[in-house]
């Protein structure tokens, strides 16, 4: 048995007992990424003496006493647009394919400080513009599962590796539902935090009121035990959270009890557009959490139908503004053939970005121009604040909520980037959470009937990561992780 069929929080006791070494541990993952990268492609970068020589250095300290933590030693995988420095970081775009950052973002940071070891950076839709992994100039990563079928997107790439035993547990960032939907589709478990909860310095941005980065692994317990490594406040991060970190002790949470949890069905979630066996199995799981002594209703949410054209409007405006910087001049690609100044430009940028990206660029310049501008932005900015609303009504009356993470299974590769607006329509589950700036889990509920995972998500208010950990806790005490079929012979799921 592979030391990555174990979640993080079991390695990383094996390693803390002298059982296997962080070497070994790190060894055996570089093992399991040989033989499973060319069928799935979760890597863009793959540093294998970097990690080795950072494993041995953290077994010294861990040997010495000066390392303790639940994961020291433990490898990880990171998303390819958080900057680490002296390692490729190229968001999987044609823009970014010789970017070494010279400094590392505060989140994969407050890993290594944790003893974490850096395997490499996981593939994923360009500049996290997609929902499929589909985007990426490095070519497409495939569902382990079923790798005719996408694993999500845009941390396609993180929750793939997690999926496929290439490691324990990941980092990706969630703009729209691009840690939920992915790990819904790999069969994983993700956590998108709190708006603030983890900085966003060293995040490469796509949109930054929306951006949050959050872990990924087989479990709630181990992505409890990484979101409270990289959350609290950061001094160079201004949107990251001021004061204490009480409210930050997740791990706390992992209790199995919801009796007398007040759970909320938004009834808006179950209508046209959902698969019944996605719907099925969400709705299982909420009886679940009834038995098990929680108070569960079906209410109505409103505004629904109006998530999906605001988070794009707001979304693509701030990815117009946030790209902007790309421009061939001072770092990124830049075209061999121009004249002048503004040829570079336009050529560099039509070069270097691909089509998701250069549409949603577009999309957001237009909707900032002059006489669109109140049309359009404004109005979803006035959305925004009555789907907030919404969600406060709703947490008057609840702990959390329960719902589907995406409306489907996974689809088929080459399907969805052929209607770009029934690909945005699959994240209607999501935006709304990010729009609002709440946290958001993802647990694995069951496959349907051609074996693809299923996810239900799980809603909390602000700052109250404690109550959807707890419930998403004590559900999965009443499942066995489901490992992935796919082994790495060739012709597993095929």
């Known amino acids: 048995m592979s030391l990555t069929s174990l979640t993080a929080l079991e390695l990383g006791k094996k390693i803390r007992a002298g059982q296997v ?3 070994e541990a790190v060894k055996d993952a570089l093992l399991q990424i040989q033989k499973k990268e060319p069928d799935i492609h979760s890597f863009v970068t793959i540093d294998e003496e970097g990690a080795l020589r950072t494993a041995r250095e953290i077994q010294q300290k861990i040997s010495d006493g000066s390392c303790t933590g639940p994961l020291a030693g433990v490898p990880v995988a990171i998303k390819d647009n958080l900057c680490t420095k002296g390692l490729l970081t190229t968001c999987s775009s044609k823009m970014l394919s010789g970017f070494v950052p010279t400094y590392t973002a505060e989140a994969v940071e407050r890993l290594k400080q944790a003893g974490a070891v850096i395997l490499g950076k996981t593939n994923m839709d ?7 992994t589909e985007t990426s100039f490095y070519g497409p990563t495939k569902n382990p599962w079923n790798r005719n079928h996408v694993p999500g997107g845009s941390s396609g790439g993180s929750c793939a590796a997690v999926a496929a035993e290439q490691c324990t547990y990941a980092l990706g960032s969630d703009t729209g539902g691009s840690i939920r939907q992915p790990a819904a589709f790999c069969g994983v478990t993700g956590i998108k935090p709190t708006y603030g909860t983890v900085s966003r310095y060293g995040l490469i941005a796509y949109g930054s009121s929306l951006d949050q980065i959050g872990p990924i692994a087989k479990d709630v317990s181990d992505c409890a035990t990484v979101l409270e490594i990289i959350a609290g406040c950061d001094p160079k991060d201004s949107t990251s959270l001021q004061g204490g970190r009480e409210h930050l002790d997740v791990t706390s949470a992992l209790v199995d009890d919801v009796a007398g949890m007040k759970i909320g069905i938004p009834a808006d979630y179950f209508g046209k557009g959902l698969s019944p066996q996605v719907s099925e199995a969400v709705l299982k799981a909420a009886d679940v959490l009834r038995e098990k002594g929680a108070i569960v209703e079906t209410f109505d949410l409103s505004l629904v139908e109006y998530a ?5 409007v707001i979304a693509c405006a701030e990815a117009s503004s946030n790209l902007e910087r790309f421009d061939g ?5 830049r075209a061999s053939q121009y004249e002048g100044l503004s040829q570079m430009y336009k050529k560099s940028r039509s070069e270097g970005f691909g089509q998701e990206v250069r549409r949603r660029i577009m999309l957001g310049s237009f909707v900032l121009s002059s006489g669109y501008y109140d049309a359009y932005y404004l109005k979803a900015l006035r959305t925004k604040a009555l789907i907030r609303q919404a969600f406060d009504r709703a947490f008057a009356a609840y702990d959390i909520l329960l719902g589907p993470a995406a409306p489907a299974t996974a689809p088929q590769l080459g399907t969805s980037l052929k209607d770009p607006i029934q690909m945005y329509l699959g994240d209607i589950y999501t935006v709304a959470v990010n729009l609002a700036g709440l946290p958001a889990i993802s647990v694995p509920v069951g496959t349907d009937s051609n074996g693809l995972p299923i996810g239900m998500q799980l809603i909390a208010d602000c700052f109250q990561e404690k109550k959807m950990i707890r419930a998403a806790y004590a559900y999965e005490q009443t499942r ?12 597993a799921a095929e």
Request: net charge negative; glycine share 12%.
């Open 126 to 132: 360009e500049f996290a513009m997609g929902s499929t």
């Open 480 to 491: 066995a992780y489901v490992h992935c079929p796919y082994a790495g012979e060739k012709g």
């Open 329 to 333: 001049v001072k770092y990124g690609w």
């Open 308 to 312: 999906v054209p605001a988070y794009y």
């Open 21 to 23: 070494s962080a070497e």
